[in-house]
């Protein structure tokens, strides 16, 4: 069993920065490969940022290519979302997800590829 936990979320000002953090439990962290997916009021859950076991293959969505960097370090059982240039659209409940245990070397793309969640961390942009 894996436990995700997200912290960083916040009120801020549109074109501010946050970083936000997810830590997991167990020892097999190195094997998982993670993403950060982001959920709007009405809206369907959408993925924003994915990372392979190693660090080393990364995927952003184009409505944050440029402006969200994803990174990890798996020695500290830890995913990172670095959110620059925030805009107001960019305003929903984001959420930590590990793949599970894989001999995958890449990035997953699809939330049927998770099978564990974190229990989300609001980000609101004011304009």
């Known amino acids: 069993q894996v436990q995700l936990v997200e912290s960083g979320g916040g009120l801020v000002q549109a074109e501010d920065s946050l970083r936000l953090s997810c830590t997991a439990s167990g020892r097999s962290f190195s094997s998982y490969a993670m993403g950060w997916f982001r959920q709007a009021p009405g809206k369907g859950r959408e993925l924003v940022a994915a990372i392979s076991r190693s660090g080393t293959s990364t995927y952003s969505a184009d409505s944050v290519k440029g402006r969200f960097t994803i990174s990890r370090d798996n020695a500290k059982n830890a995913v990172h979302l670095q959110m620059n240039s925030l805009k107001p659209e960019d305003t929903a409940v984001y959420y930590c997800?590990?793949?599970?245990?894989?001999?995958?070397?890449?990035?997953?793309?699809?939330?049927?590829?998770?099978?564990?969640w974190g229990q989300g961390t609001q980000v609101t942009v004011s304009s």
């Open positions: 997800a590990a793949s599970g245990p894989t001999s995958y070397t890449g990035y997953r793309l699809r939330p049927e590829e998770y099978g564990y």
